[in-house]
């Protein structure tokens, strides 16, 4: 299965329950589209955060793509605000390495380089060798029932060509193990990058049938882990990250 990305569609959701995907008009252009995520936030909040909080989402869900320049002008009145958060807003982004100034211009999506990708990986790679080997054989049985659980849930999001949710519960997979692993440092640097992985996993979903290998990639994670097998945890997580790495870079190609 390969998962197409809707820039124009709505996919809302539950923690932990799939509901249908809500699709909208595909001539919707994609300012409106953001309008109507930021309408969904019930005021009174921030505006400089409501528009920081949906241009993100914009961003991680492929809503906003690289290759595209967007007017701070634009967005704020598809917003109907003034142009003032949405200027905070971009600085935020700016600051998080998500997104790029054009002077007189606008805004564009930060492109990942090749290079960037490999730097993710080896530095995901190291974080999650070493939560591996503090948490094998210290799992309790409520938390191999959670991961699998969570493996069970990217099933569903298949099934329901749910590719947001599908990354969602990807992200709390292997977030979970870092957290568990009890080093407070580990899990302050992934959350560091979090964001920065979702883009290149989004884009390995492109690859036809990479969903599937994913959950199959997982299972053997949570096998290797539930044996309490250190060496063939290590390895699972390697070939893992290996295959969706190489599959983020082919879609460069």
């Given at each position: 299965?390969?998962?197409?990305?809707?820039?124009?569609?709505?996919?809302?959701?539950?923690?932990?329950?799939?509901?249908?995907?809500?699709?909208?008009?595909?001539?919707?252009?994609?300012?409106?589209?953001?309008?109507?995520?930021?309408?969904?936030?019930?005021?009174?909040?921030?505006?400089?955060?409501?528009?920081?909080?949906?241009?993100?989402?914009?961003?991680?869900?492929?809503?906003?793509?690289?290759?595209?320049i967007y007017s701070e002008l634009d967005l704020a009145e598809s917003f109907g605000i003034s142009r003032?958060?949405?200027?905070?807003?971009?600085?935020?982004?700016?600051?998080?390495?998500?997104?790029?100034?054009?002077?007189?211009?606008?805004?564009?999506?930060?492109?990942?380089?090749?290079?960037?990708?490999?730097?993710?990986?080896?530095?995901?790679?190291?974080?999650?060798?070493?939560?591996?080997?503090?948490?094998?054989?210290?799992?309790?049985?409520?938390?191999?029932?959670?991961?699998?659980?969570?493996?069970?849930?990217?099933?569903?999001?298949?099934?329901?060509?749910?590719?947001?949710?599908?990354?969602?519960?990807?992200?709390?997979?292997?977030?979970?193990?870092?957290?568990?692993?009890?080093?407070?440092?580990?899990?302050?640097?992934?959350?560091?990058?979090?964001?920065?992985?979702?883009?290149?996993?989004?884009?390995?979903?492109?690859?036809?049938?990479?969903?599937?290998?994913?959950?199959?990639?997982?299972?053997?994670?949570?096998?290797?882990?539930?044996?309490?097998?250190?060496?063939?945890?290590?390895?699972?997580?390697?070939?893992?990250?290996?295959?969706?790495?190489?599959?983020?870079?082919?879609?460069?190609?």
């Open positions: 299965m390969i998962f197409s990305i809707d820039i124009y569609g709505e996919i809302q959701y539950l923690r932990y329950r799939i509901q249908p995907s809500l699709i909208g008009d595909r001539k919707i252009n994609m300012t409106r589209k953001l309008a109507g995520d930021f309408a969904h936030f019930q005021r009174p909040r921030p505006l400089n955060d409501m528009a920081y909080e949906t241009i993100k989402s914009g961003i991680l869900e492929g809503k906003l793509i690289s290759g595209e003032t958060p949405v200027r905070e807003a971009f600085l935020r982004l700016a600051a998080e390495n998500l997104i790029i100034f054009h002077p007189r211009k606008g805004i564009s999506v930060n492109y990942f380089s090749k290079e960037d990708i490999e730097n993710l990986f080896e530095l995901r790679l190291a974080i999650e060798d070493a939560a591996a080997n503090k948490i094998v054989g210290n799992l309790s049985q409520d938390q191999v029932q959670y991961i699998q659980d969570t493996i069970k849930q990217q099933q569903a999001c298949i099934k329901e060509y749910d590719e947001n949710l599908f990354l969602e519960f990807d992200r709390e997979f292997h977030l979970f193990f870092v957290e568990i692993s009890g080093n407070r440092f580990m899990v302050q640097t992934y959350n560091n990058i979090r964001d920065y992985i979702t883009i290149p996993a989004r884009e390995a979903l492109r690859k036809k049938g990479r969903a599937e290998e994913v959950l199959s990639e997982h299972k053997a994670i949570v096998e290797a882990l539930s044996g309490g097998d250190a060496e063939r945890t290590r390895e699972a997580i390697k070939i893992h990250l290996i295959n969706s790495k190489l599959a983020a870079l082919e879609c460069r190609q």
